[in-house]
């Protein structure tokens, strides 16, 4: 049989979901992205027909939260409610009758990059993505570490905030846009002076990161301080996976990099002063190239993996 060239690769976010026609090198030949909306899995099955090909060799699918790849399933996702009812895989498995693989969306999104991004030189690195939550995929000796890599769950604080995982205490509380944000709120909701109170038609509960970085390189206190304390969060779980794994690069990925030159240059110096000097001195802390795509190219890169056996 002839091997397909093509597979086709799904990143599904709570707000919207992307598919692409994605070739064996890694490059995105057609993409579409769509609201999530209510009737997500219709909208998702009626997008893959949009894209079909005659060649594909399956479809691959990235979804945040903890995911069991081996039965196809969704265990628990604390940003995407009642995705964990839903049989993605059965649904489209009957409606196509081709290979499926279902991963965790930061996973994939490392693979991603290692296929065709910034990971490309590194047999050994971490990726994060940087936005509503925090996300973590790990590339050990060139391939997708097959493990939760629930890096932005780990704890950084024995008590404090109750995370939507269950847990108290995860970076993702401390250094996530949702954390500026919530923060953000309840500073201005007790009078704090800033220039965020004019921003948003007046309403201080559509604040998003972007305004705050804007209001930031405006020399707002308040804005600058929400995304330095953030950073600082982010360097305590960096300085923790250099200690741990020790990788060659942590590549960083999400809306929130935009804020690279005070959020991340904040988690850069936090974390060079509490990581072992050697291991901090040997780690490239870079952002990734293939942006919002990651996940798409990856997740077809796992089709093929899979289908050739190759898959960790
Ligand atoms: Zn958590």
Same mark, same amino acid.
């Given at each position: 049989m002839k091997t397909a060239r093509y597979a086709i690769g799904i990143d599904l976010g709570g707000t919207n979901f992307r598919v692409a026609l994605v070739?064996?090198?890694?490059?995105?030949v057609r993409k579409i992205k769509r609201p999530s909306g209510e009737q997500v899995v219709g909208s998702v099955l009626d997008t893959i027909e949009d894209l079909k090909? !005659? %060649? &594909?060799?399956g479809i691959g699918l990235g979804v945040a939260g903890l995911i069991d790849r081996g039965r196809g399933?969704?265990?628990?996702?604390p940003n995407l409610?009642?995705?964990?009812?839903?049989?993605f895989v059965g649904e489209i498995k009957t409606r196509f009758n081709v290979p499926i693989v279902i991963e965790n969306d930061a996973n994939v999104a490392a693979l991603g990059e290692k296929t065709?991004?910034?990971?490309?030189?590194?047999?050994n690195f971490v990726l994060l993505t940087l936005g509503t939550g925090i996300g973590g995929g790990i590339i050990h000796k060139g391939k997708l570490l097959?493990?939760? !890599? %629930? &890096?932005?769950?780990?704890?950084?604080?024995?008590?404090?905030e109750k995370c939507p995982c269950g847990?108290?205490?995860?970076?993702e509380n401390y250094a996530s846009a949702r954390a500026m944000i919530t923060r953000t709120v309840s500073m201005l909701e007790k009078e704090t002076e800033s220039?965020?109170?004019?921003?948003?038609k007046g309403s201080?509960?559509?604040?998003?990161p972007e305004d705050i970085y804007k209001a930031a390189l405006e020399g707002d206190t308040l804005s600058r301080e929400i995304l330095r304390d953030a950073g600082r969060y982010l360097g305590v779980g960096l300085a923790n996976i250099i200690n741990i794994i020790g990788p060659e690069a942590i590549i960083l990925t999400g809306?929130?990099?935009?804020?690279?030159?005070i959020y991340i240059q904040e988690a850069i110096k936090e974390a060079s002063r509490r990581a072992f000097k050697e291991l901090f001195e040997s780690v490239k802390i870079i952002p990734s190239s293939?942006?919002?795509d990651a996940g798409i190219v990856g997740a077809a890169c796992l089709v093929f993996m899979e289908a050739a056996g190759t898959a960790a």
């Open positions: 070739s064996r090198d890694g490059v995105i090909h !005659s %060649e &594909i060799a399933r969704v265990f628990t996702s409610r009642g995705i964990e009812a839903i049989d065709a991004g910034a990971g490309q030189g590194f047999e097959n493990m939760p !890599s %629930e &890096i932005g769950h780990m704890s950084i604080s024995a008590d404090a847990n108290n205490g995860c970076l220039l965020l109170k004019e921003c948003c201080i509960y559509k604040i998003t809306g929130l990099i935009g804020a690279w030159n293939l942006g919002d």
